[in-house]
């Protein structure tokens, strides 16, 4: 079955795919969880913070007009009246020429109006009472972390859709998230075709090769922030595989095949889908690796037909895949990150459709630069190990050369 | 207690430090696990990849010398003996003017030493027999994957101590890591002190605060790859946490404590170090935030005394227990990744001491940008939530000015 297919441009597919978004729930999760997951509502402070006037220092709290007085070689003598340890009160109002020890994070007392650190004062006994010298004038205010100085109650703090990171993390607890709303995880099948495959515990056998691409996808779409499912490899039988697919389908949001969307006599996805009535939404893109990868629709749960080369099979789940997880989890920004970056190298091959070489950046003096990550066959795995980005080279040019800015796409590890 | 301390410089605050690293055992894992952990041994090819001579297109394999007459018009018609699928074996060997229709990735067939692409040729039958007609003259060895060109059986691919990331997942299925060695995480304790703190499930009441130290410590242990396990928070009772602290250390491989470690009278960690006959290997530090965090050691574990403020504590963390954990897993590289950044904005602020501001780094035309997160004083966990990275000015100098450039810390987020 030699087909003709039409190319469609790689932004042309991303944008076919990103249609059949299909948005996720919310779950509630401990906090103790939290972390890389996607909050599901904006986290608004419903109380101010600090959410009483505190003590920033170690010191006493004192009425400032008591200091005016004090010159260099004059200290003011106060009274101390009382001692508060942080997560305590002091009940009392402060009078004229009192003062009250203080720990930091502590509430300042009601008629004090400033803080004087510990390493200004001198506290000294005096027939069983307590005193301290002040060697400093303070200012009214002075040193006081005001009531919603950090945060105002009502204060939008984190919008919805985005990663929760251990800062964020910091302000949930602040505001009493014992359990967080975050977007439910995609569960996201794969199955792998080919009855070239072994799995990973079987020895190898002449002409078979172990099933790396499922492991890599589950891999893939762990970083992606989806729960992998996986249903094992699909030997080349028709009837076989199209019941499979059908049952995998009733389990998943979303499913993945690798291998067997080819011209091959045994590349059975084609049929597969229209067994399935499925709505094709390409099978070829101008790209390279990975023209072959195709993408259906049952629906709304899209099947992706990624090509059983490695990293054409890498890269399709990259481009196509991974807008779609973003989109269920809502993030505020969907799909892989994209900078650009100054070539290290040549590319003289001249390419008609764009070409994704595995990569890797660094930085050097703070701007990214760009190589390839090793020897670029598609069927190099190798190269996929060592990639923390794919290098984006738009078709039908000149080549590139060392110096150029190209697109680079940031795997994110 | 107002004790004399001598602040050392962050560098030989981290030295000190790093002289403690223990190292983590080995632990075998389900390779669907295995991601982003840390590989514990070097991952050597134990085959040539690919394992056989296999072919890169669906096609047919033929002998290079039947091509010799093929001309423009003049087709060569080969018979086709055999039928190939990935994944089968053609046991016989090819004869004059034979061919076999081969699968991409099937083995090539003996005597055959080309492959043609199927777009180049036409099938027909003919008396119940098969034959293909070819169009185009091949080279000995066109078109053929060798044996172990992209791997050689022996190659060291993968260094131990590397972070395992999707393309080392297909390396370790090709060679049959059903199971991955991997650096067992280091457990890690976290203790909140002070009698201020509410949990994160208590309603606020007046002069207390919600503990969210703690939470934010376990998502900064989980991000870099250790297992936190939390013990709670103490009040300020010097028998009591001295009880707890005692016990703890025997289930941990490293303790945090949050607060308590600064100057005010219910400062209780200096004395429960002291106690517990432990070597402090510093208690203050030249930066801000965090001046007081202090790092002891009983025998090779090591108790990080952080500070109660949240940037402090965020700050202590990053620069001081991440390469402990790092060390801990053989990472390859320790410690948080350091980058030349350019600032946005002017710092006029002169400060003795180094300063770690919380950060964004952006990236403007693959260029690394940073400015500040957000408002700056210490006790604002806001800006934490925004953070990507911290931004390091050294001490004792006149300021930054924007268009300087800094060293950021990237957070990995």
Sequence with gaps: MLNERNPIPVVEAIKQVTKYCKKGETEYIELTEARSRVLAEDLIADHDVPSFDRSPYDGYALRSEDTTEVMKNTPKILSVVGHIGAGSVYHKKLEKNQAVRIMTGAPIPDGADAIIMLEDTTTFEESGKSFVSIRKQLQ????????GEDVKNGTALVNKGTVINPGIIALLATFG???????????????????????????LEPGKIRNSNAYMMIGQLQRAGAIPQYYGALTDNLEESLEKISEVMKEVDFLITTGGVSVGDFDLLPEI????????????????????TTVAA????????????????YVGFELFTRPI???FLAKETIGIQQEQ???????????????????RYEFKNGQLVTEPAGKDKSNMVHSLAMANCLIQLPGGTEGYKQGDKVTIHLLGE
Excluded: W
């Design 341 to 359: 970056a100054t070539l290290a190298v040549d590319f003289s091959k001249v390419n008609p459709f764009d070409r994704f070489i595995r990569g």
């Design 273 to 292: 889908y229209q067994e399935l009535g499925a709505d094709v939404l390409f099978n070829k893109v101008a790209m390279r690796p990975g023209s072959v």
């Design 177 to 203: 998230y014992a359990q967080v709303p975050v977007a439910k995880k995609p569960v996201i099948g794969v199955i792998a075709t080919g009855s070239e495959l072994l799995e990973i515990d079987q020895p």
């Design 140 to 147: 009214h205010q002075q040193n006081i972390s005001f009531k």
């Design 298 to 313: 049952v629906n709304d749960t899209l099947l992706f037909g990624l090509s059983g080369n490695p990293s054409a099979c």
């Design 325 to 327: 997880i973003d989109s």
